[in-house]
């Protein structure tokens, strides 16, 4: 079971996720971001601390939000990601289009 919340922390919205991001729960992680898409949202952040696995639907959805946000020169960055997911981002050369940091500090810090 996924559980997706969103929370405003400093000049950003935060989107946290847990549980596995997979073709079943990423379709509620695709609900929220667009929610947050629509309302043109500036600065969202992507927290995946608790996120131990995700397959190619959810990147997808995160694309997908990317080029959302890309739309009204919105930021979206993605923190906290565990090992086997960092290595789908980077085995899919996704590492060099997102902004991936290790904590959500450092992801707020470049943002203001």
Avoid at 48 to 77: P, R, W
Avoid at 83 to 106: G, N, T
């Amino acid at each position: 079971m996924i559980e997706v919340s969103v929370q405003d922390v400093g000049n950003a919205k935060v989107l946290s996720i847990t549980g596995d991001v997979d073709l079943y729960s990423s379709p509620e992680v695709r609900k929220e971001l667009m929610a947050l898409t629509d309302q043109k949202v500036k600065n969202i952040l992507v927290d995946l601390n608790k996120v131990s696995y995700m397959d190619s639907s959810g990147v997808a959805t995160l694309v997908e939000g990317l080029q959302q946000i890309g739309k009204y020169k919105g930021k979206l960055a993605l923190f906290g990601l565990h090992s086997v997911v960092k290595e789908v981002f980077e085995l899919s050369r996704l590492d060099k289009v997102f902004d991936i940091y290790p904590d959500q500090d450092s992801a707020l810090e470049k943002l203001s």
